[in-house]
């Protein structure tokens, strides 16, 4: 496994939630919870943009695509970071991907159809 693995990836319907999950398997837990965590996502044919973030300090900031809907959160005990997705909209579908700094995970699909 790689140092970020997401899951939680599936086709849901517009208007339904989803979570998806990421497990930093390779931290130790000194580490995890020193850092910033940040989950992207890429659609098809466009380039991958920013959607939340989650500090040391659970300080979080969004995308305005996403404020009122989406939810991250972090576990640190678990080294695990969240994103609830709420009220989903076709324009939500593409591969979301964990990311710490310059680290990246492999990603997880989510298609939300109309």
């Known amino acids: 496994q790689g140092p970020l693995v997401e899951s939680g990836g599936g086709l849901v319907q517009a208007g339904k939630s989803l979570r998806v999950s990421c497990k930093a398997s390779r931290d130790i837990l000194s580490t995890f919870v020193r850092y910033t965590m940040n989950w992207y996502r890429q659609a098809p044919g466009k380039q991958r943009e920013f959607v939340a973030s989650?500090?040391?300090?659970?300080?979080?900031n969004y995308a305005d695509s996403v404020k009122g809907r989406f939810t991250i959160s972090r576990d640190n005990s678990r080294k695990m970071i969240y994103l609830q997705m709420n009220d989903l909209k076709p324009e939500d579908t593409g591969v979301y991907y964990c990311?710490?700094?310059?680290?990246w995970g492999q990603g997880t699909q989510v298609t939300v159809s109309s």
């Open positions: 989650i500090t040391s300090s659970h300080s979080t």
């Open positions: 990311n710490r700094e310059d680290t």
